[in-house]
């Protein structure tokens, strides 16, 4: 018998941020998923899906196996199948946001033909990322190009938040995240590459749900709904565009004044989460070292035993184009080596 299972149902798991508006979970970040466990034969879910760019799909792992299903364009609800004739068994299910807000998808509920079985509980560890394409699993599937520029031909069907550094790390961790990364984002508004010519930086995208302007009102995000232990801010490789002032001039006014809003930022952070542990850091993707060099004199001005800085081996000269699956597991087992070495109060047992 199909039973349908609203996405206000109590038994269904989700992690990311996210809005409720009426009978619609609004997904918009990275990672954020919803997870079913289920008795049954069949599956499927019903969504919609708001476009700005590119290509979308939808993350499915099934039982362990992990593939994608493309979105439709047209506005309204539209059922997807997950996956039908299956073994009458024990099933797990977790549908997820592979892409950043280059799409908005809503998510109403599924339908099984089966019962509802428990789900198992959430890791108890939990992180937090502040970051940009690299962070989001951007065209990080594109395998054959590991340590190469982007192949041209990509429009999104390469891009996986799974197989991120960000999420490969707390998965190694054992631990539940929460992605705020979003492809060409910098720190400071007008800087960067995401919403041109009108860019949007992390600034003013930190703590909302909905940052993009394509998909309505914007919305604040209520920090208390989820206290990370570690925050890994990812930023400072965007904020080259339009023009690389910290590699031209790391002591002029541009790069002051962008130093000057780093501080603030992780100010704001310490604040925010007064027990956790902030690592700074960007990636693998090739930038001048300045940028790094100012991170650095940042966490040195902070003075605080919380705040962290962190270089990865390849830091800054691993590849010129996105980071690829294989180069993700290598920077996530760096990172995830990095952060069981720090004395997280929360993680002592």
């Not at 008795?39 to 290509?55: E, F, L, P, Q, S």
């Not at 509920?109 to 079985?117: K, Q, T, Y």
């Not at 054992?174 to 992390?202: C, V």
Request: glycine share 8%; with cysteine; hydrophobic share 35%.
């Amino acid at each position: 018998m199909i039973m349908y299972i609203a996405s206000t149902d109590q038994r269904l798991q989700y992690s990311g941020r996210m809005d409720q508006e009426g009978e619609r979970k609004i997904v918009v970040f990275p990672c954020s998923y919803v997870r079913v466990c289920f008795h049954g034969t069949d599956i499927r879910a019903v969504v919609d899906n708001k476009n700005n760019y590119w290509d979308n799909y939808l993350g499915v792992l099934l039982d362990g196996v992990q593939t994608k299903v493309p979105l439709s364009n047209e506005p309204g609800k539209q059922t997807i199948v997950l996956g039908e004739n299956l073994e009458a068994k024990d099933h797990d299910l977790m549908l997820f946001k592979r892409q950043d807000a280059c799409h908005e998808w809503g998510f109403y509920g599924f339908e099984i033909d089966g019962e509802l079985l428990e789900i198992p509980q959430k890791p108890t560890r939990k992180i937090e990322v502040y970051g940009d394409s690299v962070s989001a699993g951007e065209v990080a599937e594109a395998v054959e190009f590991v340590g190469q520029h982007d192949p041209e031909w990509h429009r999104g069907e390469c891009s996986n938040s799974y197989e991120s550094y960000a999420w490969k790390t707390a998965r190694m961790l054992n631990a539940e995240i929460h992605d705020i990364a979003q492809g060409g984002i910098a720190l400071l508004d007008n800087t960067g590459w995401f919403n041109a010519p009108d860019y949007i930086g992390m600034e003013s995208a930190y703590d909302k749900v909905r940052y993009n302007p394509a998909f309505g009102t914007i919305t604040d995000w209520d920090f208390s709904k989820y206290t990370p232990d570690v925050v890994i801010v990812a930023i400072g490789q965007n904020d080259n565009h339009p023009e690389d002032y910290m590699a031209e001039d790391p002591t002029g006014t541009l790069a002051l004044r962008w130093k000057s809003h780093y501080k603030a930022f992780i100010e704001k952070l310490l604040g925010t989460y007064p027990g956790a542990e902030i690592v700074l850091c960007t990636t693998i993707l090739e930038h001048h070292k300045n940028w790094d060099l100012a991170i650095d004199e940042v966490a040195k001005c902070l003075r605080s035993p919380r705040v962290h800085h962190f270089l990865f081996s390849k830091n800054g000269v691993g590849t010129p184009g996105h980071i690829r699956t294989p180069e993700a597991e290598e920077m996530a087992r760096e990172l995830s080596a990095y952060l069981e070495g720090l004395d997280i109060m929360a993680w002592r047992n």
